[in-house]
């Protein structure tokens, strides 16, 4: 499967506690459970107001499905 950077401006993304970070790793892992594809999240970095998560799905169409299920819309979507 081919990786991909997701990136999701999100104002304050660099501040966030470690439990809001934690709720938001378990709300995007629970969207992939349910997902019913191989799709995998390798990893998720937060910066200023920015958010570089990197994704292996099936398809590049389950980036999208997968951001509109957690609810934060990507910028931007690199393979």
Known sequence: MQKFII????PGAGQMSATEVRR???RSN????????????????AAGATIYCVHSPESPDFVLAHARSVGFPPDAVTP
Do not use: F, M, T
Not at 7 to 10: A, D, K, S, T
């Open 30 to 45: 629970d969207v992939v459970a349910s997902l019913g594809v191989p799709y995998v999240w390798h990893e998720s970095y």
């Open 24 to 26: 938001i790793a378990e």
């Open 7 to 10: 990136e999701r401006c999100v």
